[in-house]
């Protein structure tokens, strides 16, 4: 368990509204990170935080903001959902041990726009 | 990008039987995880191997960075050994934006 937990677990929410789910860690971790997992993709990388207010873009960011005011919380935003962000959204983190940044992952917010 | 391929997509065994489970890529690569992912939806760290051989209980791994490709070895498989299993990646270090492949569906049956 790396201390990681998601909120909400489950949202259902209506095409153009706003919806911002949130991780939180508890071992202050600097690297944190926000994957969707859609049928047939894996998991891809939306975006990732190195830092405090430093924040940068991954493989599907379109539609997508992040924030993170705190080192222990990493907002990701919808600010206007569509159908097509309906999905699983994982929180990672990882830190620098040695030689490894292994990542570890929450246990997923299922978001689902209507 | 990199691109990150697994096979099989699917394997249905007995439980008790071996499994082997491939991860090929097309670079070189810095971080290699494999991950098991429960009937929960939860992800499971397994191995962080980018070369060599780990094991652990009944899983080991084998990462040959040379030739790009990564082994999953699971042996006397249970009926909880159900499940995804995600191969993972990164090419640049302090900047580990892992790329997934599509995962192998592994069904274990009594």
């Known amino acids: 368990d790396a201390g990681i937990t998601q909120s909400p677990r489950h949202k259902v929410t209506e095409t153009g509204t706003p919806v911002t789910l949130r991780c939180h860690q508890t071992?202050?971790?600097?690297?944190m990170y926000w994957y969707r997992q859609d049928p047939g993709h894996g998991l891809r990388l939306i975006h990732y935080s190195y830092g405090v207010k430093d924040t940068d873009k991954g493989e599907v960011s379109d539609g997508y903001s992040v924030s993170r005011s705190k080192t222990e919380d990493f907002l990701l935003t919808l600010e206007s959902a569509t159908s097509s962000q309906t999905s699983v959204y994982f929180c990672a983190i990882s830190d620098y041990s040695g030689r490894e940044y292994e990542q570890y992952f929450g246990p997923g917010t299922r978001l689902t726009v209507t | 990008g990199i691109q990150v391929e697994q096979s099989p997509p699917d394997l249905i065994l007995q439980e008790g039987a071996n499994s082997t489970l491939r991860c090929n890529f097309s670079?070189?690569?810095?971080?290699l995880q494999w991950f098991h992912q429960n009937p929960w939806g939860q992800l499971i760290n397994l191995f962080y191997?980018?070369?060599g051989t780990k094991q652990n209980g009944r899983l080991s791994a084998t990462t040959v960075a040379t030739e790009r490709y990564s082994l999953l070895y699971i042996s006397s498989s249970q009926t909880t050994d159900s499940g995804v299993y995600f191969c993972?990646?990164?090419?640049?270090?302090?900047?580990?934006?892992?790329?997934f492949g599509t995962g192998t569906r592994l069904t274990i049956i009594p």
């Open positions: 071992e202050n971790h600097r690297y």
């Open positions: 191997i980018p070369s």
């Open positions: 993972a990646v990164t090419t640049n270090f302090g900047n580990e934006k892992l790329t």
């Open positions: 670079d070189s690569v810095n971080n």
